[in-house]
């Protein structure tokens, strides 16, 4: 079952039958302000941080409630809907309904008793306050009078758990006012003889304020329970249904902003209303309620903005590939998500409440892998961050606090860090996803001088970046286990796998191949001969001990508890196969390609279904190691044997290096959002964004995902496709270009900025193979093989590869 289409020329999803089976949800603005919309127009907003700023309130866990809504009633009929179709929910019979996804937007379109209306919700570019813009449009043959009422619920608290939980305080700090064409809720209006920059108990006043452009206010409220009126809910709220509210504040109990106004539209006519909600105190919200009033056409200009700032990096890289799926996601939509991780982190979605008051390092390291492609400025950025966030002796700090101090920071060996953060311990992985991350934005942009900047390390001291990633190398060296892998410490990728402190993970041990692989190539390129002699024998014994201890027949073992028991053996009962060990094998190339087909292939025999490959299988029962928390999950849920999104990149990255295109294509298609679109009553997610897991077939309702946007699987699975599938693979020279295909694929284009210049790539694979190069053409000149150095580079690349 479908319940919308991709609009691929606006990179909109436009949803067409408003009653999904999840709330589908969209990002609006920036860390700066925040606000998630679902097509309900349920969500949240927030300033900075999602459970420290929260400006509007939204219940977790409940039914997508409560939201940003619009009421439209008719004052001759009284008879009453809303913009979006929740939530007073009319008949979909009657109620036509359109909602447009786009990148930073979204515009419900409504269509209702000779009455249609299109609001428009965002955050203008670099702007701090929120925007819903209604236009309202007669298309019966009468005059119509309709009070428009804009409904904002404020929290009581910035603070979410405050707002939600400590009622006999929050609940008494609360105030609202009306002034001419606003509501200002009062957080603390009791502290407004302090300064703006004193505090008492760390409090101040805070003000938030729903505002009206563009008409004149007739009717204003500011108390919920006086909007709603007691047993009445969001669909029927008594001001609505009066015609008028009561025009009386709050004091104590719960505060919001409601505002109507009346609008008298002739036939044909249109009339256009703005509210706008922010945190600001009164002056501010004034004079940026006038801007709307005064300049006319302001939000179709800020909207024009908005798409092109979006639209201008997504274009960075574009394909044309025969399917359909692969192009909406890669051009639009994987993209957005990518980006959206990159921002938000695991910070604010409708599962995650913001609580997570932090970056958590490989998380956020690997996020940025999604973007260097589209905004290597943005990816730097970043990764400066991250390295001033890692100890000086080599780790990454588990959590890196949104107030992050580099050089000031207290590390997991200070038990004050721990109490804060409630991360007890290095994890072995943190600092090793530093080197796929930084390889990959030095060889896009060949800018080599990074390895020489200095970057503060997170405790004390700095370092150039090279020294960083000598120091991450060091720290896995220092942290060996009886093997001489890498030690479990608090935990692997996995954080439901604990193998305890000495116990050794052979995913990270493969991570640390790796990293040693990367780091050669940057010591080769500064002439450091002696240490990349040192790295090429540490990384042989390494490699020998992974090949000696891990290799299991047909696959690769999890690794080894800390008392030297074997998870993942062949012969366990339970979680005898996993899937990130083979696919990191393959990537790491612990595994040389005979290996790889025969571990891959007990991949694709063991894990694979038909919605993506599942992270272990047989689930963890009745056999759970004491470290193996993956049991407390359902089976088939999450890291117990779900399909874990996030490793579907990887596999499909994996594949695609042992050029199975067909089937690197395969693990797309199972698990992409978009091949999912008619089958939304399976999926119930998004169908335009990744979920962090997908139910299994051990869970009775295997197809079923999860926890969506903000998740790892954005970036992993853009790498996968870019890097695997089209064959992007820039080095500190220039770009090789080796796809990997569906043989069934003749030809495909890919636009790309690459250095300066703009690459046109026509890949034509006549023959039907899955990889390979039998010609390359760069400008017009036949050249060697399939790699474009710098030098051949001129403002527009034309590039011609003929896999076959
Ligand atoms: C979640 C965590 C991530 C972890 C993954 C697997 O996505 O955010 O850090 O790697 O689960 O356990």
Redesign the pocket.
């Known amino acids: 079952m479908r319940y919308g289409y991709f609009d691929n020329e606006k990179r909109e999803y436009v949803i067409t039958r408003p009653d999904t089976p999840a709330p589908w949800v969209n990002y609006l603005g920036s860390p700066e302000y925040g606000a998630i919309i679902s097509n309900n127009a349920g969500g949240y907003s927030f300033e900075k941080s999602g459970a420290n700023g929260r400006i509007l309130r939204y219940v977790f866990n409940q039914f997508d409630e409560p939201g940003r809504y619009i009421y439209i009633r008719d004052n001759d009929s009284k008879d009453y809907w809303s913009a979006s179709w929740q939530p007073v929910g009319k008949d979909l019979d009657e109620y036509k309904s359109e909602c447009h996804h786009g990148t930073a937007y979204t515009r419900m379109i409504a269509k209702y008793s000779g009455i249609s209306s299109e609001a428009l919700y965002y955050v203008p570019l670099d702007k701090s306050y929120e925007v819903w813009d209604l236009k309202v449009t007669n298309n019966s043959e009468k005059n119509r009078k309709l009070n428009i009422t804009g409904y904002a619920e404020f929290t009581n608290n910035c603070n979410y758990e405050q707002d939600q939980v400590n009622l006999q305080y929050s609940q008494f700090i609360t105030s609202t006012h009306f002034s001419q064409n606003r509501v200002m809720h009062h957080v603390h209006g009791n502290l407004d003889a302090l300064k703006e920059d004193e505090y008492i108990d760390n409090k101040n006043v805070s003000m938030r304020f729903l505002g009206m452009a563009g008409q004149k206010v007739s009717s204003w409220c500011g108390s919920k329970e006086g909007f709603l009126g007691r047993y009445h809910d969001y669909s029927n709220p008594i001001g609505v249904i009066n015609g008028s509210l009561d025009n009386k504040g709050n004091y104590n109990e719960n505060g919001c902003g409601a505002l109507t106004t009346l609008l008298e539209l002739a036939p044909g006519e249109t009339k256009e209303v703005i509210f706008i909600v922010g945190m600001k105190y009164d002056d501010e919200a004034a004079k940026i309620i006038a801007r709307y009033d005064e300049n006319e056409n302001l939000c179709e200009k800020e909207l024009v903005e908005l798409k092109k700032f979006w639209h201008g990096k997504l274009e960075k890289f574009q394909v044309k590939t025969p399917s359909e799926e692969f192009n909406t996601m890669i051009n639009t939509w994987n993209a957005y998500n990518c980006f959206m991780t990159f921002i938000w982190s695991?910070a604010a979605s409708f599962t995650y409440c913001g609580l997570r008051n932090g970056y958590?390092y490989?998380?956020t390291v690997q996020d940025i892998q999604g973007i260097i492609h589209l905004a290597p400025e943005m990816a730097v950025e970043k990764i400066r961050f991250m390295l001033s966030a890692q100890v000086d002796n080599g780790g990454g700090l588990p959590l890196v606090k949104f107030t992050h101090n580099p050089g000031h920071e207290d590390t997991p060996d200070d038990t004050s860090y721990v109490q804060e953060t409630g991360h007890p311990a290095y994890r072995a992985d943190d600092a090793l996803w530093l080197f796929p991350t930084v390889y990959k934005y030095i060889s896009e942009t060949g800018n080599m001088e990074f390895l020489d900047e200095v970057i503060p390390f997170a405790n004390k001291d700095e370092a150039t970046v090279y020294e960083h990633l000598q120091r991450a190398v060091k720290f896995s060296a220092e942290h060996l286990g009886k093997h001489g892998m890498p030690a479990g410490l608090y935990a692997d990728?996995?954080?439901?796998l604990r193998l305890g402190k000495d116990g050794e993970s052979s995913f990270v041990a493969m991570q640390y191949y790796y990293a040693m692989t990367i780091l050669r190539k940057f010591a080769e390129y500064k002439n450091d001969d002696n240490y990349v002699k040192q790295l090429d024998k540490q990384q042989e014994e390494l490699g020998k001990i992974i090949q000696k201890i891990c290799y299991d027949e047909d696959r690769f073992i999890r690794g080894f508890t800390e008392e030297g028991n074997v998870i993942g053996k062949r012969t366990d009962a339970e979680a005898n196969m996993w899937l990130n060990p083979q696919s990191w094998a393959v990537i790491s190339k612990v595994a040389d390609e005979e290996q790889g087909e025969v571990i891959m292939n007990s991949v694709y025999d063991r894990l694979n279904t038909e919605y993506g490959a599942i992270l272990m299988d047989p689930p963890y029962h009745a056999e759970a190691f004491p470290g193996a928390l993956a049991v407390i999950y359902n089976a088939g849920t999450k890291?117990n044997s779900g399909i874990?999104s996030?490793s579907q990149g990887w596999l499909i990255l994996a594949e695609a290096l042992l050029k199975h295109g067909d089937r690197a294509f395969e693990y797309f298609m199972e698990n992409s959002p978009a091949a999912q679109n008619d089958r939304a009553e399976t999926r119930v997610l998004e169908p335009y964004c990744y979920g962090?897991f997908t139910e299994g077939k051990a869970s009775p309702n295997f197809g079923r995902s999860h926890v969506h946007w903000l998740?790892?699987t954005a970036s992993t699975v853009m790498v996968g496709c870019v890097e695997g599938i089209l064959g992007m693979r820039p080095d500190f020279r220039g770009l090789h270009i080796e796809p990997s295909i569906p043989e069934k694929w003749e030809k495909f284009e890919i636009t790309k900025s690459f250095r300066g210049s703009r690459l046109h790539i026509v890949v034509k694979n006549p023959g039907h193979v899955q990889s390979g190069c039998k010609k390359m053409i760069v400008n017009g000149k036949e050249v060697e093989g399939n790699y474009v150095t710098e030098d051949m580079l001129t403002e527009n690349t034309e590039i011609e590869l003929y896999m076959s």
């Open positions: 695991r958590g490989r998380d990728w996995n954080d439901c890291e874990f996030q962090q998740t790892g």
